[in-house]
C-alpha cells in the first residue's frame, strides 16, 4: 500500500502555507519507509492518490501549491507527462509542481518544460549542488526550470554542514541569473531561518514547520 506524506513549505514573508511537498511512502508490516524503488508504483497510480490529497486539502480554494518528486527513469517514461497533465487538468485550478531529484539529459527538460508550462505547472531542480545535481551537471537544464530547491539536510548528512552557507550563496546567485525562484529545504531551527533571510528566501521547509504527515 501506498500513500503520499505531506510536508508544507511556508512563506515566511507572511507566515502563511505556501504549499505541500508530496512524499511517497509504503506500508511494511504496519511501519511507514520510503518505497525501495519509486517506479513499483505507476505515475498514473500516483496521479490518483494525488488527487485524492488536493479534495481533502481544498487546494483549489485555498492557491496551496502541491510539488511531488520524478527522477530520471520517471521522468523519461513517455507515459509519465501525459498522467501529469491529466492530473492537473482534474484538480484546476489548483497549483501543481514537478520536482526532479534528478538532471534530466536536454532533450528530456525541453521536452518535459514545453509540455507541462502549456499548462501552468512548474518545474522544479530539487537538491542543487549535492548529489549527482551539481552545478556542472545542471547548469544546462537551468534555463528550463521555474525553481531551484536548495536541500540543508544533505549536506548536514554528509557531514558537511559548514559548507551551506558558502554553497547557498553560490545557489542564491544562480537563481538570480537565471531569474528563478527558490525554496530553501532543511529549516530545523531560528538560526536557519536567520539564515534564509540573510539571503533573501521566503519560500522555507523543515522539520521546524513540520514533519511530513499522513493527510
Do not use: C
Request: avoid cysteine; proline fraction near 4%.
Amino acid at each position: 500500500m501506498y500513500r503520499f506524506f505531506a510536508q508544507p513549505q511556508v512563506n515566511e514573508e507572511n507566515n502563511s502555507i505556501f504549499g505541500y511537498e508530496l512524499l511517497l511512502r509504503t506500508d511494511e508490516g504496519g511501519s511507514w519507509r520510503l518505497p525501495e524503488d519509486f517506479t513499483a508504483i505507476s505515475i498514473a497510480d500516483q496521479a490518483k492518490l494525488l488527487e485524492q490529497i488536493a479534495v481533502k486539502l481544498n487546494t483549489a480554494l485555498h492557491d496551496i501549491v502541491l510539488a511531488f518528486n520524478l527522477n530520471q527513469k520517471q521522468a523519461s517514461d513517455p507515459l509519465t507527462l501525459g498522467a501529469i497533465i491529466t492530473l492537473k487538468k482534474r484538480i484546476d485550478p489548483a497549483a501543481l509542481t514537478i520536482e526532479l531529484t534528478e538532471a534530466p539529459t536536454l532533450p528530456e527538460i525541453q521536452e518535459i518544460s514545453t509540455l507541462l508550462h502549456q499548462y501552468n505547472i512548474d518545474v522544479v531542480l530539487d537538491d542543487v549542488g549535492t548529489g549527482s545535481n551539481t552545478y556542472n551537471n545542471v547548469k544546462h537544464i537551468l534555463p528550463y526550470v521555474d525553481q531551484i530547491k536548495f536541500a540543508m539536510q544533505n549536506l548536514r548528512m554528509s557531514g558537511k554542514a559548514e559548507k551551506i552557507p558558502e554553497s547557498l550563496s553560490f545557489w542564491v546567485d544562480m537563481a538570480k541569473k537565471y531569474r528563478l525562484a527558490m525554496v530553501l529545504e532543511g529549516v530545523e531551527d531560528k538560526a536557519d531561518q536567520i539564515l534564509a533571510k540573510k539571503f533573501g528566501i521566503s519560500i522555507q521547509q523543515g522539520y521546524l514547520y513540520g514533519k511530513p504527515a499522513l493527510i
